[in-house]
């Protein structure tokens, strides 16, 4: 069973930045593909982005793209998750998840382990 920790969230005002961190518990972490999502009260998980097992390919949504930046150390287990320019509607919690199929895809039915989410909150 795979596990995965995120971490890095917090406070930060509007036009900052934060790097979240996802960290996940398995031997062969390069097998897996690697998705940050997002969720607001209410709401369903909204894809964010996507790092790829096969080659490290990435996938953004329009409303993140040239914002955030994904990547991964397979070295380390850890994938990463570089916001910038955050503004208050990127408020939320945010998950990382992972499955084995090595194509970025943003549904969340597509992904079979998640993380415990960390909250981010843009505000002044």
């Known amino acids: 069973q795979l596990q995965l920790v995120e971490s890095g969230g917090g406070l930060v005002q509007p036009g900052g930045s934060l790097k979240l961190s996802c960290v996940a518990s398995?031997?062969?972490?390069?097998?897996?593909?690697i998705g940050w999502f997002r969720q607001v009260p209410g709401k369903n998980h909204a894809g964010l982005s996507c790092?790829?097992?096969?080659?490290?390919?990435?996938f953004y949504v329009d409303s993140v793209k040239g914002r955030f930046t994904v990547s991964r150390d397979n070295a380390k287990n850890t994938v990463y998750l570089q916001m910038n320019n955050l503004k208050p509607e990127d408020t939320a919690v945010y998950y990382c998840?992972?499955?084995?199929?090595?194509?970025?895809?943003?549904?969340?039915?597509?992904?079979?382990?998640w993380g415990q989410g960390t909250q981010v909150t843009v505000s002044s």
């Open positions: 790092v790829s097992s096969r080659d490290g390919g990435t």
């Open positions: 998840a992972a499955k084995e199929v090595p194509i970025c895809t943003m549904s969340f039915w597509d992904f079979d382990f």
């Open positions: 398995a031997v062969n972490f390069d097998y897996y593909t």
